[in-house]
């Protein structure tokens, strides 16, 4: 089968499989904030040697992105900067509190919003803060998200010297009539000074956003976004499908589906992005992911210790990542729980000295071997199971939707396992889906997720 009879065919909504179960499957009425607290602290006592990994939510952002899918706040009132730090602090107290130890801290990630919408001097209070009673594990990783047309010289200092080393800037696309309806305005003049900023602080991995399928975005302008991009060579790039949610997120009205490219279109911008990508040296790693081959991103899939959790791919896996902050998800690896989505909540609960969480998923045996499996299709490319010494009825029963997978040419299936090929690894989402027990078992009557193309 052709690569566009594929893409039509695979083109369906699917879940991204940044947790399994995915959230609209959570089995929420066996959730309560106590057994979260306790699965907590079985996750922290088995967290000793790794550490843990934090990831704050900072929604504030003064402007509207409007293909931006995030849970954002949007605002230029920057006053709101000291109230917000205070709160994550408290919920972060509330947590080492559940933890009964000195938690060792392997990766912190702030993302958003736009976390470089706080200032340095911010910044600098929430991480210290948050590191306040602390261990830091020697190879600890501390990243940040950054708006080029916001982040400064300061902000990247002032996080350098807390221990940042990695910064993800969101460019999306340089085309400056796909800036315009998008509304995210930074110019490649913009990027690039600081870029060289970073580097010349002494940042060793800076990450580019770049998103096709957005609304009036074309192949030649796609071609001169990636061209500019290899001119300033960053070490990892994040090739996005643009997802269209306007019933999740109503900004994404601000255009129509007119100004979309068509599912025709879209395959080509896939298709020009990733064969410029790949010539400029860039590895591809699991699902919409590049890396230059000495980036601890693709060595990670390399030595096969590359993991994705609520933050994207990892170098490691660990069993506790905490989120803090409105709307965050946390991973307890046999639990998962989301906090509350308002800002006004989210600091009520705080101040009431309450976990703001407000719903959540305890993992099941046949949840934990799934999720197993989904794991290592999207980080690995592969898996393998044994029904007599790991029985799972919901593998078995996915035989027959994997064959079809595999007589398409996307896996390699075997009685033992599977294996993605080199034109699978586009649809690692519909190959996950195969597995996902329980959407088949509950098959959606409305579009809960985005196109897989």
């Known amino acids: 089968m052709d690569q566009q009879k594929l893409a039509n065919k695979y083109n369906i909504p699917v879940p991204r499989y940044t947790s399994y179960p995915t959230m609209p499957y959570w089995d929420t009425a066996n959730f309560n904030v106590t057994a979260w ?16 990994s934090l990831y704050i939510h900072l929604p504030f952002c003064e402007d509207l992105c409007t293909y931006c899918g995030c849970n954002t706040r949007i605002t230029k009132n920057h006053s709101v900067e000291g109230p917000y730090i205070d709160a994550v602090l408290q919920e972060w107290h509330q947590y080492k509190q559940i933890m009964y130890g000195q938690p060792l801290i392997r990766e912190i990630h702030l993302g958003g919003g736009t976390p470089t919408f706080f200032s340095a001097k911010n910044l600098e209070k929430l991480i210290t803060g948050l590191l306040d009673g602390t261990k830091i594990h020697p190879e600890a990783e501390f990243g940040f998200e950054g708006h080029p047309a916001n982040t400064t010289a300061e902000h990247l200092q002032t996080l350098y010297d807390l221990g940042f080393r990695r910064v993800s800037f969101g460019i999306q696309d340089f085309d400056p009539r796909v800036q315009t309806i998008i509304n995210r305005k930074q110019s490649f003049e913009q990027v690039k000074q600081v870029t060289e900023q970073a580097r010349q602080i002494g940042y060793t991995s800076i990450n580019y956003d770049l998103i096709y399928g957005l609304p009036l975005q074309t192949l030649q302008g796609l071609a001169d976004t990636i061209n500019k991009v290899d001119l300033l060579k960053p070490d990892r790039i994040a090739f996005y499908s643009y997802a269209h949610v306007p019933w999740v997120k109503p900004g994404q009205r601000h255009f129509t589906e007119n100004d979309l490219p068509d599912e025709k279109a879209k395959a080509q911008l896939y298709e020009i992005g990733h064969s410029l990508l790949k010539n400029y040296g860039y590895k591809e790693v699991g699902m919409d992911h590049f890396a230059l081959p000495d980036d601890e991103l693709f060595k990670a899939q390399r030595s096969g210790k590359l993991h994705r959790n609520f933050m994207g791919y990892t170098t490691f896996q660990n069993q506790l990542l905490i989120g803090l902050g409105v709307s965050s998800i946390s991973d307890a690896c046999y639990a998962f729980a989301q906090n509350v989505k308002t800002v006004e909540e989210y600091i009520k609960l705080i101040n009431e000295n309450k976990l703001p969480v407000f719903k959540g998923h305890i993992l099941t045996g046949e949840d934990l071997i799934i999720r197993k499996h989904i794991l290592n299709i999207m980080c690995k490319g592969a898996t393998t199971w044994n029904h007599h010494t790991e029985p799972c009825a919901a ?10 997978l595999a007589d398409d040419g996307l896996i390699e299936l075997n009685s033992l396992g599977l294996k993605v090929t080199p034109t699978g690894m586009r649809y690692l989402r519909n190959i996950c889906m195969a597995l996902d027990a329980r959407l088949w078992a509950n098959k959606p009557e409305t579009q809960l997720f985005s196109m897989a193309v």
């Not at 088995?46 to 843990?52: A, F, L, P, T």
């Not at 593998?395 to 079809?404: G, M, P, Y």
């Open 37 to 52: 607290q306790n699965t907590v602290k079985w996750a922290f006592a088995e967290s000793e040697k790794d550490g843990i």
């Open 395 to 404: 593998v078995f029963d996915s035989i027959e939707r994997l064959q079809e």
